[in-house]
């Protein structure tokens, strides 16, 4: 099935430049539409901005960082989904599938536990995403199969069970006044804390794994086909499939080290992608990129902007994410018939 | 010993009727259930760490255990022989660790949980009451609950005029704030900011246990929305604008100041976020019990430093004289103050 791409990457773009405008001028700070404008103006051109320093505070240290960390964050989920869809042949795979927002989970809970402060807590996140898809994959590749796929994903989804159960642990033994409640918080997933400083931490390994992907577009084409089969068309799959996994690891566990977990986003997205765009990765992985960037931004304004307490990222994912889902699946049951 | 069969009966009965014997009278506990007097108290198993303050400050040595083993610098503010006693779980709250063999080996007279008189913890003191056959109280541990709760627990324990001197203490303390501060309208009170969590953006909407304290002598800025913790965002905040932040995390109070998205809050602006002593248990939110009294007069001479002109440390060292048993050195008492580990 092919569909033209332009036309379905200018709609994920269009959602993109949409939501953006929508989450600058949108929030609990009342910001209007000419006050943003200076701001940004007096800034790209170094005047002095006439609106008050409050504004311009909101619009550059918070609302501005939170909004190019919804993007960022989309964006890596979607990407690290795609990619992991084509890889595990599978259209119910998620980026968390081989263990890393449960690594993350982990990570984070015991920096809560220890009373870590905030890059102790991210850092602990980041590197508990990526050790847990490293034990799965080294556990994986030990165990001699002869389809090393669903070794694979059967690794990553006990590893995760594993890794929930330590999460259960920490959050058993942790103090119920304080720490509990972080932890709960953390699991749920936001955006309200981002600011400047959490940008640059995001953005390194987001931009490198995507990169990857993006350069290794054509080759998870063939890595869809069955092993056998892309290794007769002279693809080194093993080496390969390392580096694809790595790479979308790397984007979801610097994603869920700053905004913690957010499910659905990974799974949904890059099935509107293909419904752009079709199956293609070279086509698939923008689109699903701009898309998920679009979509976590529209889904992070209503979170901060619909009441004055946050509504958990994690709880409208999937408020948002189910109802598609099982549309999707009604429209899969046709397919299959 | 020879025992035959009309000695062994006489023992069994015994043992069977006295207890039902002595428990003949009862207290009405926070949550209105009778709860039989036991016939002696020796030994009381505190279900959750608000019950271990509780009855420690009124009857330390009954004390079997904490629910949490207390920490080297906690220990520094209690009696050291009964600081140190051993851990023993809770059965309350959320998530029980204690395990009820594990109660009933400690052979408890007396099972004591103060907090919430909701549904949920009534029913949770009747189970246990049924299955564990010792008497369990329930009391209240917020403010207007804190005096009714000593003085039943003096009667629970036979000490009932230690009881009633601690309900007096208690009400003298909450009423010496609320009278000062009552001729000030509610608009007219700092609207205040309560941070928790190392970004500072968990905070405790109105109602909440957590803010008990603070909604008590200020505007609570998240009180317009009722509920437990909930987490806000830091544009919420810069609209709240609040006057005074209080906050129980020593990392956000230090990164605070030179926050650049906190700089235009008045409070920051003004240097007036103020982090909350901990030792040994905290002063304005955790655990809900007698040890945020003094967290009321802490925050009471912070909001309004004219209507409260006493010496904050011999405030403190009162408190802890009497309700910790131990007197602080002035060293120990500036500690306390600077709220850090």
Known sequence: ??????????????????????????????????????????????????????VENVVLLVRGPRVVAAVLVGAALAVAGTAFQGLFRNPLVSPDILGASSGAALGAVLGIFFSLGVVGIEGLAFLGGLVAVAAVYVIGSFLQSRDPILVLVLTGVVIGALLGAGVGL??????????????????????????????LPLLGPVALGTAVLLALRWRINVMSLPDDEARALGLATGPLRIAIVAAATLVTSASVATSGIIGWVGLVVPHLARALVGPDFPKLIPTAALLGGGYLLF????????????????????????????????????NWS | MRIDRRTLIAGLSAALLAPRRARAATVTDGAGRAVPVPARTERVFPAGPPAAIF????????????????????????????????????????????????????????????????????????RVQQQTGIPYALLDGRFDGIAAAYRTLGALIGRPA????????????????????????????????????????????????????????????????????????????????????????????????????????????????HLSPKLPF???????????????????????????????????????????????????IDRVLAGRD
Request: glycine share 10%; net charge negative.
């Open chain 1, 1 to 54: 099935m092919t569909r033209p791409f332009l036309p379905g990457l200018g709609v994920a773009l269009g959602v993109l430049v949409l939501g953006l405008i929508v989450a600058f001028t949108v929030g609990r700070y009342p910001v209007t539409l000419a006050e943003l404008v200076d701001v940004i103006w007096s800034r790209a051109t170094g005047g002095q901005p006439t609106a008050p320093a409050a």
């Open chain 1, 170 to 199: 920490v959050k058993y033994l942790a103090d119920p006044y304080n720490q509990l409640p972080a932890m709960t918080f953390w699991l749920l997933g936001s955006l309200a804390a981002i600011t400047v400083a959490d940008l």
């Open chain 1, 299 to 334: 889904i992070d304004t209503i979170a901060r902007a619909a009441a004055p307490v946050e509504i958990p990222l994690g709880i409208l994912t999937a408020v948002i994410g189910t109802p598609f889902f099982i549309w999707l699946l009604a429209g899969m049951q046709k």
């Open chain 2, 55 to 126: 009855l420690y400050t009124l009857a330390p040595e009954l004390l079997l255990g904490w629910p949490r083993a207390n920490r080297a610098d906690e220990r520094e503010f209690l009696l050291p022989d009964i600081g140190s006693r051993p851990e023993v779980g809770r059965i309350t709250g959320r998530g029980n660790t204690a395990n009820l063999e594990v109660v009933l080996a400690l052979k408890p007279d007396l099972i004591l949980d103060v907090g919430s008189t909701s549904a949920t913890y009534v029913s949770l003191a009747d």
């Open chain 2, 162 to 273: 230690q009881g009633e001197e601690f309900a007096q203490a208690t009400e003298k303390m909450v009423s010496t704030v609320t009278q000062r501060i009552g001729g000030i309208s509610r608009e007219q009170r700092p609207r205040v900011y309560y941070a928790r969590g190392p970004r500072g953006l968990e905070t405790g909407l109105g109602g909440s246990i957590n803010v008990e304290t603070i909604e008590l002598l200020a505007q609570n800025v998240a009180g317009g929305t009722r509920g437990g913790l909930a987490t806000v965002s830091i544009e919420q905040v810069l609209l709240w604008n609040p006057d005074v932040i209080i906050t129980i995390d020593q990392d956000f109070a230090a990164n605070v100041r030179n926050d650049p998205a906190w700089a235009p809050v008045k409070a920051v602006r003004d240097g007036r976020v």
């Open chain 2, 282 to 332: 905290g002063w304005v939110d955790f655990p809900p019990c007698v040890n945020r009294l003094i967290g009321l007069s802490w925050l009471a001479k912070l909001l309004y430093p004219a209507l409260f002109p006493e010496d904050l440390r011999a405030l403190t060292r009162d408190f802890y004289a009497r309700f910790y048993h131990v007197t602080p050195s002035d060293a120990q």
